[in-house]
């Protein structure tokens, strides 16, 4: 078949511009979310070299005109990298450059980043994974390949009987004009512009404004990354190009085109990634000021493409420079003579006249369509800039602070408690070795594919974390008066060194008071609360203990808290700790008791003086909560509240067992490993025979120091508590190795819900949920493995609470420090669940709400918060209490145990509360 070019076809232009605007709305859709996608194809897929790697490929590729199988070939690799084709379009379209076609076409791209987001939205909104976009550029490029085959196999993009250049002529010719580098430093200015938009907005919008990695992120940055930007310097694109390069003839315009669009793409494309180096080094405020400098210098640049505009003269003088003899040159086309037949002369006045009718001359209308874009145009840029760089950051201060309510992403805390300034610090370090970004199974019965979620590799030296120096951790400034410590907790005792995060336990100097607080001991505790939380999956840190291993005195604790509670404030704590419940009956009352009822737990608790079981108070936000109580959620389907907690599992407290120790030493390390659970069994013995719990059968538990504890709980708590003897060298000043400490938690009830403890990649002890089933000798019901969002805990303090000090210790060589070599949490590849505020258990609005309570130590009960805050804080009816209120009636019916309707509360109560 014959060729022909397409210039001489209509229908075939036309078919050439629809194929170019479906490939450049291709365009919009990838670039308005490639920048967000960088971090996580970096972090779990590792593709963003080779994706780069594609997209240069293809670029070079279609950068000259090759023959049609290799330039398709180019177009799906620049598809499948990036999807940033624009050199294959900008090739086709090259002969257009006059007139509004090219701005017409190029404003598809910025139609694909307006459209993008919504349909990438729809895909996250159904749980389709963000990594499926891959799939449909692939379709996209298929679909592409298969038109541009139909459409390009028998035209020419443009007229070449006559072109007898070879390439290394057309270079020689071109390469020294100042126009084409002109062209070429304005087209990598605007798209370089772009490119750094898109790549600062979804870092912007997600680290700094907390958005997570889902719709409202992918809808603000294509907001302002395509439809403000793009249409902003989209038209500069067509038209800087066309000024560029057309004071060439055809022949050598297609090689100057293609040398600007390649060198500015590939320029465009290195941009971002020099800026995330930056905010690297800096924090990405380092964006705004470097986009305001690139915005300049690229209008300057831009200006300059028009301002040196070639006139005729100098056209025909570039035209006919050649390296050919004439006679080889000159062809019949007037148009390779520089010829400009189509194209209307600015001061031809006779052959171009400005008239109405045809008849009588006139100086025009200002109301043209020409008028309207300019001015439109003019418009929309002012009010782009104002709302950019004065309206939002105005919008921003005084709008309220909301927050995604599925958790965190990337660089921020999903519930915005604390700001922080620290620049790319993400929730799996960057340093995390990528051999344990996934574990092929849980433990036990948990076959389970498990994935990295968070961890913190504490590799780099000196960090800080005080109130708002750390996105993820903060040390407590505070005395944990709760359980009597002699130590206060100071974030100066938290800090990394040689790889090591290291929490300090030192005696107290004599110019220390203002530290110490007077106390003889200062200490660390470093805690996620409010800014990193887990539902559900696997806790691990690389610790190595402080001390001595038979020297016992010392506390330090390796725990899990859920978010609702802050530890070592007792406002925010009293009656929702230890709790994880979620029945209305006797459980959620102080006492576990109504009146007398029932018996056992009223007289045949294990307090000496009382015979009360529990003096826990009761659960503040229980299942027995009244309508229109203030309680965090959500409801159930019957209505009802779903009780709320601040459940504690603790991985590891480290202690030491004195069994033929001698002198004050001697003895052997090891650890407690429990969960902490309320209401209690009667005589805090629940149910731990073979079936509700396994245990490591070549370590225990007949081995002396692998064994159930001894002590399983009190009048405060119930604890599903075991020992492990630990290795006896991973101690600070007994051989300094590190050992690895593992909790499993399986949210739920009965027997597939568990908790599991492991060392050294190893498990030792599991429980099961239905070794806390319901017990009708004291009418509650069962306690669930809990579903609360936990934050992590590490701890170092000293207290005769948790044991004898010896004086070896209190005497001894000081300071005692505890090493934590990392900290990573997994969660199943199909369950990932992180975040402090997850839709299904909210915890951000009921903290802002008390906010005292969860940032004034002093305040040790809820009942002090309500007399400091009796605006805010109140009472929360409990049905059981509330018999005969109205708003009571659907928490009440809610009871299994009817017996306790009808039932009141007696004067005469074993009450003795725990503060």
Request: glycine fraction near 10%; hydrophobic fraction near 35%.
């Amino acid at each position: 078949m014959k060729n022909t070019t397409i210039e001489n076809d209509k229908g075939k232009r036309y078919a050439v511009i629809a194929i170019t605007s479906y490939l450049l709305l291709i365009v919009g859709w990838t670039d308005a979310i490639f920048g967000s996608l960088i971090e996580p194809l970096e972090e779990w897929y590792d593709l963003v070299g080779s994706m780069t790697t594609l997209y240069c490929a293809g670029a070079l590729i279609d950068a000259f005109k090759p023959i049609f199988p290799a330039y398709v070939f180019g177009v799906y690799l620049m598809g499948v990298g990036t999807g940033s084709m624009q050199t294959s379009a900008t090739a086709v379209l090259s002969h257009f450059e006059d007139g509004p076609l090219m701005t017409l076409v190029y404003s598809n791209m910025a139609l694909g980043s307006v459209i993008s987001p919504f349909i990438i939205g729809a895909f996250l909104q159904y749980d389709i994974g963000w990594h499926h976009n891959f799939w449909i550029l692939v379709g996209f490029a298929a679909i592409l390949i298969i038109s541009s085959w139909f459409i390009f196999k028998n035209f020419d993009t443009h007229d070449t009987e006559k072109d007898d250049y070879t390439l290394r002529e057309k270079l020689r010719i071109i390469l020294p004009s100042k126009k084409l580098w002109i062209g070429l430093l304005a087209e990598a200015g605007l798209l370089t512009t772009q490119d750094s938009f898109s790549q600062w907005i979804a870092p912007y919008v997600k680290d700094l404004k907390g958005l997570s990695n889902g719709q409202p992120q992918y809808a603000v940055a294509g907001f302002w990354g395509g439809l403000m930007v793009g249409f902003f310097f989209g038209p500069l694109m067509p038209n800087t190009l066309s000024i560029g390069v057309e004071c060439w003839s055809r022949e050598l315009k297609n090689a100057a085109t293609s040398i600007i669009m390649a060198t500015s793409l590939f320029g465009s494309l290195l941009a971002p990634f020099a800026l995330s180096q930056a905010a690297d080094e800096f924090s990405l405020k380092i964006f705004p000021p470097v986009l305001i400098v690139e915005c300049f210098i690229t209008a300057i640049i831009v200006s300059f493409t028009f301002v040196t505009r070639p006139i005729k003269e100098e056209e025909d003088i570039l035209n006919y420079k050649s390296t050919k003899p004439e006679s080889c040159t000159n062809s019949a086309n007037p148009n390779d003579w520089g010829a400009r037949n189509w194209q209307s002369e600015p001061d031809d006045y006779l052959h171009n006249p400005t008239t109405k009718d045809g008849s009588k001359a006139s100086t025009g209308s200002i109301f043209t369509v020409r008028g309207f874009i300019n001015l439109g145009f003019l418009s929309l840029v002012i009010a782009a800039l104002l709302m950019l760089f004065a309206g939002y950051p105005i919008y921003d201060e005084f709008k309220p602070n909301t927050h995604t309510p599925s958790g965190q992403y990337a660089k921020f805390n999903s519930t915005g408690q604390v700001e922080w300034t620290v620049p790319d610090r993400n929730l799996i370090d960057k340093d995390t070795p990528k051999d344990v970004y996934t574990l092929s199974s849980g433990f036990g019965t948990d076959n389970r594919e498990y994935k990295l979620v968070f961890s913190d590799e504490f590799s780099q030296d000196g960090r800080s974390f005080y109130e708002g120096d750390d996105p993820y951790w903060e040390a407590h400034d505070a005395h944990y008066w709760g359980t009597n410590n002699l130590e206060w907790y100071s974030p100066r005792q938290v800090t990394t060194e040689g790889g090591n995060l290291l929490i300090t336990l030192d005696q107290s100097g004599d110019d220390d008071d203002l530290t110490s607080h007077n106390l003889d001991y200062t200490g660390g505790f470093l805690t996620t609360w409010n800014k990193f939380c887990f539902t559900g999956g696997y806790v691990v840190a690389n610790v190595s203990l402080p001390g001595k291993s038979d020297v016992w005195g010392l506390w330090p604790g390796f725990w899990t808290m859920g978010n609702l509670g802050r530890a070592a404030y007792g406002a925010s704590l009293e009656g929702l700790w230890p709790y994880s419940y979620d029945t209305c009956d006797v459980g959620t009352l102080q006492n576990q008791t109504l009146g007398e009822y029932p018996d056992a737990a009223y007289n045949q608790g294990g307090d000496p003086s009382t015979a009360a079981l529990s003096y826990s108070a009761g659960q503040r936000l229980s299942r027995c909560t009244c309508e229109n109580e203030d309680h965090p959620g959500p409801k159930h389907p019957d209505g009802t509240f779903k009780g709320r907690s601040a459940f504690e599992i603790d991985i590891f407290e480290a202690q030491v067992s004195q069994e033929n120790a001698v002198g004050g030493h001697g003895g052997t390390g090891t650890v407690s490993m429990s969960g902490q659970f309320c209401p209690f069994d009667l005589g805090y013995q629940w149910n731990h025979d073979a079936i509700h719990i396994t245990y490591n059968e070549t370590q225990g538990p007949n081995d002396m120091f692998d064994m159930l504890n001894t002590y399983q709980g009190g009048n405060q708590q119930m604890s599903t508590s075991v020992v492990v003897m630990t290795d006896q060298e991973a101690y600070q000043m007994s051989g300094g190795k590190f050992s690895e400490y593992g909790l499993q938690i399986t949210p739920g009830t009965g027997h597939e819900a568990s908790i599991a403890w492991t060392v050294n990649d190893e498990l030792r002890w599991q429980v099961f949920g239905d070794a806390l089933g319901g017990n009708d000798t004291i009418k509650i019901s069962e306690r669930p493995i809990t579903d609360e969002p936990m934050y992590v805990i590490l701890q170092l303090g000293i207290s005769y609470n948790f044991g004898a000090i010896s004086d070896e210790v209190l005497n001894g060589a000081w300071p005692n420090i505890m090493k934590v070599d990392w900290v990573r949490v997994y969660q199943p590849s199909d369950s990932i669940n992180i975040g402090c505020d997850p839709p299904e258990m909210p915890t951000a609005a009921y903290i802002n709400r008390h906010l005292e309570a969860y940032s004034n130590a002093n305040l040790t009960t809820w009942n002090q918060y309500m007399e400091k805050a009796p605006d805010v804080a109140k009472p929360v009816k409990n049905a059981l209490l509330h018999q005969d209120d109205a708003d009571c009636k659907i928490a009440l019916h809610s009871t299994p145990d009817k017996n306790l309707i009808g039932m009141t509360e007696t004067d005469e109560k074993k009450r003795n509360h725990w503060n």
